[in-house]
Each structure stands twice: as C-alpha cells, then as structure tokens.
C-alpha cells in the first residue's frame, strides 16, 4: 500500500516534469534556430546588395566573379538571368549547370526582389540556405543568388541542443529529486494517518498521531487524533455505561426479557433463566420455544395493538412452584415502537405469606373459639340456675378454668412466637451445664411422667457437658421437646442424649458439633407429616392433640429458637417407633 500511494504520486509528476522539458527543449531549439537562420539572412542580404553593385555589365565569364566574392564572403555566389539560365557560378562550371528558373528563392525574387529558401542541395548533399536578389543590370533584370551551408548552424544548434537537454536533465533530476522528497514527505504523512486510522479501527486508542508536516496535512493529523481522543471519551463512557447496565441486570433479583415485535428473545438476564429453571441461553428464540408460555405472546400482541403496559400474574412449577407478577411494558426507538419488554418478579414468598396468614387468622380463630364457646356455654348454664346445684357447679366450674387455663396457654404462646418473630426477644449467651439444665427439666415434668408411668434418661458424654446458649430458652426448648414426648408415649420414657458429631464444612473441613437428641418411644409421626412440623398450629392429630392441651405452636417456639441460637434442628420419626428431635449446636 505504501508503494503503491509512492506510485501515484511519484510516476505522474516524474512523466509531466519529463514531459514538460522535451516541450521546452523543442521550443528553444526551434527559437534559436529561427533566430539563427534570420540573422544568417540578414548577413546575407547586406552582402548580396554588395556584391550586386559590382557585377559587371558584360556577362561573359562571371565564373571568375563569383570566385573571387566566395573567398571575400565565405558564400557560395551564383548569378541567373531572368530565364533562370546559371550565368556565372563559383562553384560549378556555369555551362553543366541545369536551369535555376524554378528555384523557389528565384521565384520569390522575381516578385517581391528577394527570395529566400532552406533546402536540401542535390549536387553539395546537405541543406543549404539560399538568398537571391533581383539585380537590374542595363535593361536585363538577372538575379544575384548566395548560399551557405546550415551544417554550422547544425553544429552549434546540436551544441546548444546538447547544452539545453543536459540542462534539462539536470533540472529534471533536481525537480524529481525534489519532487520525489514532497511526496514521500505527503505520503508518509499520510501513511501515518493510515496506519493510525488502522489502529483506531482496531480499537487502539491510547496511540497518539504526530506529523511533522505542515498545512493542511498537519491539520488533518491534529483533528484526526483529536477526534480519535474524543472518540476514546466517548466510547470509554458508553463502556462505563454499559457495564452499569451489565451489572444492574446482573444482579437484578427480577427476570427481564426484551423482545421484539414478533416475541422473538433479544436480550434477557441470568435472573429468567433462575426462575423459569433453563440453563442454555435464549436469545434468538421467541418466548413460546424458550419459556413455554403462550400467554407472554398474548401479551406481546396486546401491547404491540395498544402501545400500553399491562399486568398478569403466572404460575410455573418448574423447576419449583413459582408465582411471577409479570410486567409488559413497549420500548421504542426514534419514536418507533420496536419491541416488548417483560420483567418477572417472583412473588411466591407474598403468596406463601398470604396463605400462611390467612391459615393463621382461621387456625388463631378456630383455637380461641373452642375455649370461649366452652367458657361461655357453661358461665350461662350456670347463670340459668346451675349454680344451685353443687355438683355440677364445681364440675363447671372446672371446665371453666381448664378452657381458660387453655387460653391463656394459646395466647401466652402466641405472645412468645410473636416476639421471637420480631426479635423482641434477645438471646443472652452464656456458658451453660447440660447436666443442670436436663436436670431441671425431667424435674419440671417429672410429676407428669409418672403419672403414665413414663421413665426419664439422661445420656451426656463427659467431654461435651458445657455448651454456650441462652439458658432460659434452652430449657424452654427442651421443656416443649420432653413435654411433647411425655404427650404421645404410652409405655417407656423419654431420653436425652448429648454427643459431638463431625460435619464437613464448604472447605472440605471437619467441624466439630454437639449433637442434642430428645427421643421418645411414643406413636411415632407418619412420614408425610415430617417436613410440616414446626409450623403454626399443625399437628399430626388434631383431636388427640387437643385432649392433651396441646396448642398446636410448642414446636414453632422451638424452631424459631433453635434458629434464634443459630443452630439446626431435625426431626426422624417412623410411625409406631417413637420420635427423636435432633439439635445441631457449635462448641463453646
């Protein structure tokens, strides 16, 4: 490319500066040789007005005559009469010589008294320049003829030639070589620019272009290189830019699809791809082949009619059961509308907490229902005369106080789970001894054990005897666990273990724990029932449940303690073999 850029502009000005010397040559040689025979001509004429005063009136031997003014002149002098016969010549014998009368400098004598021609001689072999002049001689008008050979104008017209071509030659090498050095200083130049454009185009904006060249090259170069400097800024804020978008739709917590007018994917984010469960990437494909939903499609035509955002709300179930509040809003471009844009957001968890409080409101309704229906069927059976009668005053009465007793212990419940929830509650950690605190349990529920004959058995291994916790609510959470093993266990006991377990860790590490397990010999829980144990007011078996003052919330309290503390809790149970309640808990 560079020597091709040379090319065009060397070869050119090399053939017009080449060019424009042969013209010049031929222009001056043409001058010079005009102005050389016209000087000749001159000479000649003075010379012939000369000679033509001394020609003799007798005609006989002029052979002699013009020898004689051939040696004084230098010219060959021929004499003609007006019929063109050769009358004295001093060169050639007069008699041999053939008739002169059509000689074109004799021709022009004959009318206008002076003739002359350049033209080739036949007898001498070269180019001769011919003056005549009409002499009147008594009567008789002859003519007087000069000539001289132009091989001295020949000689000194190829010297000057010579002289003009070798200065030709050398103007012609000095203006190439000048001419030469312009243009490969404008071609450098302007390869510069070229090989800096290149880099621009490769995106290399941190090179700078310098040019020496002045004018409007220099200009150029400048504005070139300030506009790549602009375009740098400019292209280094549009990456800013995009990276802040990039990002923000990374890290959105909501999907979100662009799409075009025919519901084909243009852009979407890792978000979609979480919620709808697809691994692979889903540009290029319209909303059907890629997320399976005819209704998103419906939607795109229904904004692509109207030009106005609308609202639904979809349900998926894989890869789990979602709820997504859908958006679709048009985007254009130019004040042209170009596509859809669709954002998911995944509601599940409001749904959830919906049915949750809704279960709670009916579950809370139900509980405090039961107890006051009683209270206030027997308070006005008493009212209507039953206090009369003694016996079953007191038996009422009793009722009475069980139901309250039972109120009360639902609404202290729920007052304890509420203010775990809002964390009104504040764990105070402190060194704690299992064997006290088990102790202290098995004698809070000691009476009630042995009302069923139920025993009690502590198993702690001596190395794991402390462990940091809240004491109060560890005996709360042991109290509910032994409690509802004392609840459901017709024959055998209760028993708590305390031991260390090893867990891996995300390091790949062992992570000493102390595992705690209540476990019991009672009914056992069916297998269906296990992964809802721990919510609001479940039980296993809601009619016995209620027979034993059960609330339907010990195992929540215990739930959200055990997470309070920061430890895990699981449960394994196998119907008719009893219960065992596992807490994961760190070392001291």
């Known amino acids: 490319m560079k020597r091709l850029l040379f090319k065009r502009f060397a070869v050119p000005y090399v053939i017009l500066t080449f060019c ?63 019929l063109g016969k050769v009358l004295g010549d001093s060169d050639e014998p007069s008699e041999s010589m053939e008739n002169h009368a059509d000689r074109p400098e004799i021709r022009d004598a004959d009318i206008k008294d002076v003739g002359t021609s350049v033209r080739y001689s036949t007898t001498q072999k070269k180019n001769l320049l011919y003056l005549a002049l009409a002499v009147d001689a008594n009567t008789e008008k002859i003519f007087l003829r000069l000539s001289l050979p132009l091989q001295e104008v020949e000689n000194a017209l190829n010297t000057i030639r010579m002289r003009i071509i070798l200065s030709s030659f050398i103007t012609l090498c000095i203006a190439t070589i000048i001419g030469l050095y312009q243009t490969r200083k404008i071609t450098r130049s302007i390869e510069e620019i070229t090989e800096y454009s290149k880099d621009i185009a490769a995106g290399n904006f941190r090179k700078r272009l310098f040019i020496q060249e002045k ?65 692979s990437i889903i540009e290029g494909k319209t909303l059907i082949e890629a997320l399976r939903r005819a209704d998103l499609m419906e939607a795109v035509e229904h904004v692509s009619r109207g030009k106005e955002k609308m609202s639904l709300e979809i349900g998926i179930n894989a890869p789990k059961e979602r709820y997504l509040m859908t958006t679709a809003a048009p985007f254009s471009i130019k004040g042209e509308l170009s596509g859809v844009v669709f954002t998911f957001h995944d509601i599940t968890r409001l749904r959830k907490l919906e049915e949750v409080r809704k279960d709670f409101v009916a579950n809370v309704s139900h509980e405090i229902k039961t107890p006051i229906t009683a209270i206030k069927g027997f308070a006005e059976t008493l009212l209507e005369g039953a206090l009369d009668d003694r016996e079953n005053a007191r038996k009422f009465l009793e009722t009475i106080k069980n139901h309250s007793e039972r109120l009360n212990t639902l609404v202290s419940d729920l007052l304890t ?11 105070e950690k402190t060194s704690v001894n299992l064997d006290e605190i088990i102790d202290t349990v098995f004698a809070t529920l000691k009476e009630k054990a042995q009302t069923k004959g139920l025993t009690f058995h502590k198993e702690v291994a001596p190395d794991y ?124």
Not at 73 to 78: E, F, H, Q
Not at 240 to 261: P, W, Y
Not at 558 to 573: E, R, T
């Open 20 to 82: 424009l010397l042969i013209v010049l040559e031929l222009y001056i040689s043409n001058a010079v040789k005009d102005n050389y025979i016209a000087n000749l001509q001159d000479s000649l004429f003075k010379q012939a007005r000369l000679i033509a005063g001394q020609i003799p009136s007798s005609h006989s031997d002029l052979d002699d005559f013009c020898r004689q003014y051939k040696e004084k002149t230098g010219a060959r002098v021929t004499i003609i009469d007006n």
């Open 215 to 279: 004018g409007e090259l220099g200009d150029l170069g400048q504005n070139i290189s300030k506009m790549a400097k602009e375009l740098h800024t400019r292209l280094d804020q549009s990456m800013e830019e995009k990276q802040k978008i990039e990002a923000i739709l990374r890290n959105m917590s909501d999907g979100l699809v662009l799409t075009d007018m025919k519901g084909r994917i243009v852009m979407s984010n890792t978000a979609v791809r979480d919620l709808f469960g697809i691994p």
């Open 417 to 427: 789970l509420s203010r775990i929830e809002l964390g009104d509650i504040k764990l």
């Open 465 to 588: 005897r402390e462990i940091r916790a809240d004491r109060d609510r560890l005996i709360q959470i042991l109290l509910n666990l032994v409690d509802n093993g004392v609840k459901f266990t017709e024959k055998g006991g209760v028993t708590i273990k305390v031991k260390s377990e090893k867990l891996k860790v995300e390091s790949a590490e062992e992570k000493d724990l102390i595992q705690i397990s209540v476990e019991d010999t009672g009914v056992g829980i069916p297998r269906k029932h296990l992964a809802r144990l721990g919510e609001r007011f479940y039980r296993v078996d809601r009619a016995r449940s209620r027979e034993l003052g059960g609330t339907g919330l010990g195992l929540a309290i215990v739930k959200h303690l055990v997470i309070a503390h920061g430890w895990d809790m699981k449960i394994k149970s196998v119907e008719g073999s009893g219960t065992k309640v596992y807490l994961i808990c760190p070392l001291t």
